[in-house]
Nanobody, 123 residues
Framework: QVQLVESGGGLVQAGGSLRLSCAAS????????MAWFRQAPGKEREFVAA????????LYVDSVKGRFTISREDAKNTVALQMNSLKPEDTAVYFC????????????????WGQGTQVTVSS
């Protein structure tokens, strides 16, 4: 059974940092693109960042560019999201996702999803 489990969420003050981690089990995702999405209360789920199978290509939503960094450690079958200079508008449930393909494109489909971890940024 394939599982993606997020961790690292919590409550942080504006300007602070958090590091989210996503651990995969049930299969290896070393040849798959991985991504982070988020969903704020009352809003649709939003793409945040993605990384290709090699780690050589990344995509970010404009609102997090320069503040968030996605990375992967295939030896541990994990993907991380380092979030710096957090803002109250970053408050959301953050989800890890994996694709069936290795490349990253805007709007592409992701087929495996975690349950999410809550990130709350206070002003």
């Amino acid at each position: 059974q394939v599982q993606l489990v997020e961790s690292g969420g919590g409550l942080v003050q504006a300007g602070g940092s958090l590091r989210l981690s996503c651990a995969a089990s049930g299969r290896t995702f070393s040849r798959n693109a991985m991504a982070w999405f988020r969903q704020a209360p009352g809003k649709e789920r939003e793409f945040v960042a993605a990384i290709s199978w090699s780690g050589g290509n990344t995509l970010y939503v404009d609102s997090v560019k320069g503040r968030f960094t996605i990375s992967r450690e295939d030896a541990k079958n994990t993907v991380a999201l380092q979030m710096n200079s957090l803002k109250p508008e970053d408050t959301a449930v953050y989800f890890c996702a994996a694709s069936q393909v290795g490349f990253v494109l805007k709007g592409m489909q992701y087929d495996y999803w975690g349950q999410g971890t809550q990130v709350t940024v206070s002003s």
